[in-house]
């Protein structure tokens, strides 16, 4: 069930899509800034989700607590995307950087699954769902969801 290469542009949809993407538009334009705690998604019985954004002028990441708990880097602990970046297989990493400069330039979000890698070894199956916040027609930042996905997997 691993994510098969090149990637089709089923995982890209319009913005207009977000309500449907985004949990009924849970994580969207004008959101309180983060953290704003983990959302549990109604159809996947207790899934927590956690939240995240990047604000693309500064590169600063803002992290739920249950996305720190699925890169297991501390709570207290400033998340960096080149930190972030490192735990991914190179594969998932590739694809998920594709998919969001073509996000990021053609204004769409996109819906991924990726493999991390995390102390010890351990393999980590990843849920991305992401969407870019405009500006005057810019994206400012990119914002979503992240959810462990690893039990799909197995």
Same mark, same amino acid.
């Given at each position: ?11 890209? %949809?319009?913005? %207009? ?34 939240? %995240? ?13 249950? +996305? ?18 490192? +735990? ?36 980590? %199956? ?14 400012? +930042? ?13």
């Amino acid at each position: 069930m691993t994510p098969r290469e090149p990637l089709a542009l089923y995982h890209s %949809w319009p913005l %207009w899509e977000r309500g449907c993407r985004l949990d009924l538009g849970r994580v969207h334009d004008g959101a309180p800034p983060l953290p704003v705690g983990d959302m549990r998604m109604p159809d996947d019985g207790d899934a927590i989700v956690g939240v %995240w954004r990047c604000d693309l002028r500064s590169g600063r990441l803002d992290w739920s607590p249950e +996305v720190h708990r699925l890169f297991d880097v501390a709570p207290d602990r400033a998340p960096q995307r080149d930190g972030a970046l490192a +735990v991914y297989t190179e594969e998932s990493r590739s694809a998920m950087e594709r998919l969001r400069d073509h996000a990021l330039r053609h204004h769409r979000g996109f819906t991924l699954d990726v493999a991390l890698r995390i102390a010890g070894d351990r393999r980590r %199956w990843m849920r991305i769902t992401a969407a870019p916040q405009l500006e005057d027609g810019r994206p400012v +930042v990119l914002h979503g969801t992240k959810q462990d996905v690893t039990a799909a997997y197995r």
